[in-house]
């Protein structure tokens, strides 16, 4: 289990790094207005949980080891293509070379993600078929989804790094709301005398000078390039994940390989089902899908309509406690404290408390020297930088919520899968209300970046707790649930929920200035609301699907054999 986490943490990195800049990239670069890049961000979201479909289908059929591989091979080949700096050119972004160039490397890593990301968790799925091991499945699934976070909270400061290194060697710093007043007045645009005053303040050049369109090609092409560096490095991250994936295989060899004779992929020691348990297995996890549906069309507002308002309406400063949070280091060292918290008091070896003791002497001292040496107020705070806290959070929590679960279990009072992914819809909407009641007041447009950034910190924390008990506990569910012989399809289809609610991220974007920014909040948590409804109002037949226990196939012939005499 442990390789293929590490596996994936490489994966989900380099995915992760290209996810945080996606939007910002696309409007910087191609001038596209928010509705636009939204829409082709959602695109890209759908597919690259759409295709899991596909890759699942060509696992069954083919091999899920050989499957996942291939997939690591298609992602470096997209992240590769999204490296190279091309120029946009003159004109429109649908004029330029550089955009479809662009859109072929994205279309070639939703196939790549398509047949990975499933078929390994499918493999992780496997390894917990034993019924001596069947008890720690949901245990396992919140590990594996802590290493993907792994990755995942690096990645947004490796943007901010690159990007920010990009424009110091060429002499210039970020500001959010420059590379859009360049955009307009490279294009020929009216820009208004406020934005023309920011932009002449912060190049020092005069209004109407050919030297002051020149700097905003400068300054939007050296923004375009940060960003290319971040596609490098996701690049290399596939390189990582494949070479732990491959020098790990002797781990995992034989996972989800036995093929009957029909050649699909079928575990020798799974039971058979009936078509009635098929059926009612396979309905139960559509309503779960129907579900997963509206929560990643709320959750994944994070590098879309949240992104927005970090950029717009937050402030890029922040100062007292607040600011060690962007400081990535900072947050990893409280990881640290976390763990070695935990081990502390659960260890029974008193090497091993000594060692825990050490560990979290040394990271409190290391958090201490950070922000002494902080300034405070952090500024130039990049909008981006807001989505590390989603991953920090799930790998800080992790050993809480599997702790809490585990202390359930023992007392026989642990929520069944479907009800966790009811309570996290709920959770969610909570999360969507603090924003928008953060939000009153605010209108349609920034007047000016002056909200707190603990508003975005908050709220991420609570939306954590929400995936929480929602992604990890849905992807055990499928595993367990899902009958033998569709495995790598009902896993796809999972995923394929996950590109439906990904596809409609774009509703909120396509409303972004057009009607009051706390409302969209509000319609947010309404879909929460009555998505957690409908879950419950399905509950029984949910937790009988998790329930029915098929014979083994050796119990099913014997009484087949009785019914026949």
Same mark, same amino acid.
């Given at each position: ?211 002051l369109v020149e ?50 992929? *079928?575990? $020798? ?9 098929? %059926? +009612? !297995?396979? &309905?139960?996890? /559509? @309503? ?49 404290? *976390?763990? $070695? ?9 008193? %090497? +091993? !408390?000594? &060692?825990?003791? /050490? @560990? ?16 405070n107020p952090v ?30 279990a023992k007392k ?154």
């Open positions: 289990m442990y390789v293929l986490a590490l596996a994936n943490t490489g994966e989900r990195f380099g995915y992760y790094t290209m996810l945080a800049i996606l939007l910002l990239f696309l409007q910087a670069k191609f001038a596209l207005p928010t509705a636009t890049a939204g829409t082709i961000y959602s695109v890209f979201l759908a597919l690259v949980y759409f295709m899991p479909m596909l890759g699942g289908i060509i696992a069954d059929k083919w091999n899920f080891q050989k499957t996942v591989t291939l997939g690591i091979i298609v992602m470096f080949l997209g992240y590769f293509v999204m490296a190279i700096p091309m120029t946009k050119g003159e004109g429109s972004a649908f004029s330029s070379p550089a955009f479809y160039v662009m859109i072929l490397a994205l279309l070639l890593i939703s196939c790549g993600t398509g047949l990975f990301k499933g078929n390994l968790q499918v493999m992780v799925g496997d390894l917990y078929n034993n019924p001596k091991y069947e008890s720690k499945r949901d245990v396992a699934f919140s590990l594996f989804y802590m290493a993907i976070n792994i990755g995942a909270m690096f990645a947004p400061s490796v943007t901010e790094a690159l990007c920010s290194m990009a424009l110091s060697n060429n002499g210039l710093t970020y500001n959010a709301e420059i590379p859009g007043i360049c955009n307009q007045l490279i294009a020929g645009d009216a820009v208004n005398p406020e934005n023309m005053a920011l932009l002449t303040g912060f190049s020092g050049l005069a209004e109407g000078s050919q030297a700097w905003c090609k400068n300054y939007v092409s050296t923004i375009s390039t940060g960003y290319s560096y971040a596609f490098a490095v996701a690049c290399f991250s596939m390189v990582v994940s494949f070479l732990i994936y491959k020098l790990g295989r002797k781990t995992y060899q034989g996972t989800s390989e036995a093929k009957a004779k029909s050649g699909k992929n *079928v575990a $020798s020691n799974e039971p058979e089902l009936t078509k009635e348990q098929t %059926k +009612s !297995r396979i &309905i139960a996890l /559509l @309503l779960v899908f129907t579900v997963v549906i509206f929560f990643w069309m709320v959750f994944h507002q994070n590098g879309l309509t949240l992104t927005k308002f970090a950029q717009e309406f937050t402030s890029p400063e922040a100062g007292g406690l607040t600011r060690i949070g962007f400081n990535v280091w900072a947050l990893a060292l409280i990881v640290v404290v *976390v763990y $070695s918290a935990f081990n502390l008091f659960q260890s029974k070896s008193s %090497k +091993s !408390r000594g &060692i825990s003791a /050490l @560990l979290l002497v040394g990271a409190l001292v290391g958090i201490y020297l950070i922000y002494s040496n902080t300034p500024s130039g705070i990049q909008p981006q930088i807001y989505q590390q806290f989603n991953p920090f959070y799930v790998v800080a929590l992790t050993p809480f919520s599997v702790a809490i679960f585990s202390w359930l026989k009072k642990e929520p069944s899968a479907p009800r966790k992914i009811g309570y996290g819809m709920l959770v969610a909407g909570v999360g969507f209300a603090i924003m928008a009641i953060g939000s009153i007041g605010l209108g349609t447009v920034a007047q000016s970046q002056s909200v707190t950034p603990n508003l975005l910190i908050s709220t991420y924390l609570v939306l954590t707790f929400a995936e929480l008990l929602l992604s990890p506990m849905g992807i055990s569910f499928v595993s367990k649930v899902a009958p033998p012989k569709y495995k790598g399809m009902m896993m796809g289809c999972w995923f394929g929920a996950t590109a439906i609610g990904n596809l409609l991220t774009a509703i909120p974007a396509l409303l972004w200035g057009k009607i009051d920014v706390a409302v969209i909040w509000v319609i947010l948590v309404v879909l929460c609301v009555l998505s957690a409804l409908f879950i419950f109002s399905m509950m029984k037949k949910l937790e009988a699907a998790t329930t029915d226990t098929p014979a083994p196939v050796k119990d099913q012939l014997e009484t087949v054999e009785n019914d026949a005499i």
